[in-house]
């Protein structure tokens, strides 16, 4: 994609780039906060005046170290998380100032008291149903982490910084949407390995307002090579859905697979991906508009969880998937639970074939996969030879 797409050439270098320029920031005196999950509020983080940044979790390689101290039998993410701050070989998690973490599931929550022990880290109570009672409590921690933030930084978070940071972060998602959404053309403009490349990088970016420049030029220029019929697939290629956990650089062995038998992955629903481009709506009581968006995450951990399964119907139909892999990681209750309820939804509205997939980050399973997965393409040849 690089000898094409200049854009792209300039996002896969941005993990080491913004290494180096946030030391810079460092140096220069800025506060960084390093964030594990979409639930973490960055408005708040902004309008502080500090530098938010994903945390690194998706690689296999510190897994062993974590192994040391967690169990085996722990998701993969949890491990790779804790693994890197353990060796410190997470550049961003070593500058990091503030940890924020969210209790999600029982394993993380546990896990962020041993992260506690190394850095600073806030934690938010995260109500796990999403109706009036539930926002109201996380109303409450927003404004705790308010507290937390401006203690530790010696800052005032005020109106006009939030309204400020609503704005910028709305661009953001803005610029992925519009990015994302570009997969909806037939066939696809970009690998899905390549787009999770380039969603997966963007994480790690320090200037906000360079990261949002920088997509929608990449926009722009797959735009224009779509328009001229240049596609790394072909009209008859499969289209997939990819739902599920996050995944990133590292742990990207589903997606590749699919895309090494013939598939194309043009969605991804993960938090990473598409439930990340949801806005906040404005409205006069900012903190509780910043509350209301994040509090509608429609991730497993809620219960019930209805907003996945209207997103994830949404997507099949708007990007025209013509199969849906619902991916899980070992040891991942909550999704490989919710994975019956999301198969059961798909079949009863959009009918597309659906499997799931539950691994880890290792390579130990890839040729039984590989099995399943052409298996599952050639059934998704098979409908489309039926159709009229």
């Given at each position: 994609?690089?000898?094409?797409?200049?854009?792209?050439?300039?996002?896969?270098?941005?993990?080491?780039?913004?290494?180096?320029?946030?030391?810079?920031?460092?140096?220069?005196?800025?506060?960084?906060?390093?964030?594990?999950?979409?639930?973490?509020?960055?408005?708040?983080?902004?309008?502080?005046?500090?530098?938010?940044?994903?945390?690194?979790?998706?690689?296999?390689?510190?897994?062993?170290?974590?192994?040391?101290?967690?169990?085996?039998?722990?998701?993969?993410?949890?491990?790779?998380?804790?693994?890197?701050?353990?060796?410190?070989?997470?550049?961003?998690?070593?500058?990091?100032?503030?940890?924020?973490?969210?209790?999600?599931?029982?394993?993380?929550?546990?896990?962020?008291?041993?992260?506690?022990?190394?850095?600073?880290?806030?934690?938010?109570?995260?109500?796990?149903?999403?109706?009036?009672?539930?926002?109201?409590?996380?109303?409450?921690?927003?404004?705790?982490?308010?507290?937390?933030?401006?203690?530790?930084?010696?800052?005032?978070?005020?109106?006009?910084?939030?309204?400020?940071?609503?704005?910028?972060?709305?661009?953001?998602?803005?610029?992925?949407?519009?990015?994302?959404?570009?997969q909806k053309r037939k066939p696809a403009p970009i690998s899905g390995m390549d787009l999770l490349t380039v969603l997966?990088?963007?994480?790690?970016?320090?200037?906000?307002?360079?990261?949002?420049?920088?997509?929608?030029?990449?926009?722009?220029?797959?735009?224009?090579?779509?328009?001229?019929?240049?596609?790394?697939?072909?009209?008859?290629?499969?289209?997939?859905?990819?739902?599920?956990?996050?995944?990133?650089?590292?742990?990207?062995?589903?997606?590749?697979?699919?895309?090494?038998?013939?598939?194309?992955?043009?969605?991804?629903?993960?938090?990473?991906?598409?439930?990340?481009?949801?806005?906040?709506?404005?409205?006069?009581?900012?903190?509780?508009?910043?509350?209301?968006?994040?509090?509608?995450?429609?991730?497993?951990?809620?219960?019930?969880?209805?907003?996945?399964?209207?997103?994830?119907?949404?997507?099949?139909?708007?990007?025209?998937?013509?199969?849906?892999?619902?991916?899980?990681?070992?040891?991942?209750?909550?999704?490989?639970?919710?994975?019956?309820?999301?198969?059961?939804?798909?079949?009863?509205?959009?009918?597309?074939?659906?499997?799931?997939?539950?691994?880890?980050?290792?390579?130990?399973?890839?040729?039984?996969?590989?099995?399943?997965?052409?298996?599952?393409?050639?059934?998704?040849?098979?409908?489309?030879?039926?159709?009229?």
């Open positions: 994609m690089s000898e094409i797409c200049a854009a792209f050439d300039e996002i896969a270098g941005l993990r080491e780039k913004n290494a180096i320029t946030l030391k810079v920031a460092k140096d220069r005196g800025r506060k960084v906060v390093g964030t594990y999950c979409l639930f973490s509020p960055v408005e708040l983080i902004v309008a502080a005046g500090a530098i938010p940044v994903s945390l690194c979790g998706t690689s296999p390689t510190p897994i062993p170290a974590a192994e040391k101290v967690l169990p085996r039998s722990l998701c993969p993410l949890i491990k790779s998380s804790y693994g890197f701050a353990l060796t410190d070989t997470c550049p961003f998690f070593h500058f990091s100032d503030l940890l924020l973490a969210e209790t999600t599931c029982d394993g993380k929550k546990k896990m962020y008291e041993l992260l506690g022990e190394m850095k600073p880290l806030h934690l938010m109570q995260l109500p796990q149903v999403q109706d009036e009672a539930a926002l109201e409590y996380w109303v409450l921690e927003l404004k705790r982490l308010i507290g937390r933030l401006e203690e530790a930084f010696d800052v005032k978070i005020t109106p006009e910084k939030l309204a400020a940071a609503i704005l910028l972060l709305n661009e953001e998602r803005r610029s992925l949407k519009a990015l994302q959404d570009l997966h990088n963007r994480g790690f970016t320090v200037d906000k307002r360079e990261a949002i420049d920088l997509i929608d030029r990449l926009t722009a220029e797959l735009t224009e090579l779509s328009e001229q019929g240049i596609s790394p697939f072909t009209l008859k290629t499969p289209r997939i859905l990819l739902t599920g956990v996050p995944v990133g650089i590292g742990s990207d062995k589903v997606v590749r697979l699919v895309e090494e038998l013939g598939g194309s992955v043009v969605c991804f629903e993960s938090c990473g991906a598409y439930k990340k481009v949801d806005p906040v709506q404005p409205g006069k009581d900012l903190l509780r508009s910043i509350a209301q968006k994040y509090l509608r995450v429609p991730c497993s951990c809620m219960s019930p969880n209805k907003g996945r399964l209207q997103l994830l119907e949404e997507l099949v139909r708007e990007f025209e998937a013509d199969g849906v892999i619902d991916l899980t990681w070992q040891g991942c209750h909550t999704y490989n639970v919710e994975s019956f309820t999301v198969k059961r939804h798909l079949q009863e509205t959009v009918q597309v074939p659906f499997l799931q997939i539950e691994t880890d980050y290792s390579e130990s399973d890839t040729e039984q996969l590989k099995v399943r997965i052409e298996a599952f393409l050639e059934l998704i040849g098979t409908r489309r030879g039926g159709r009229p």
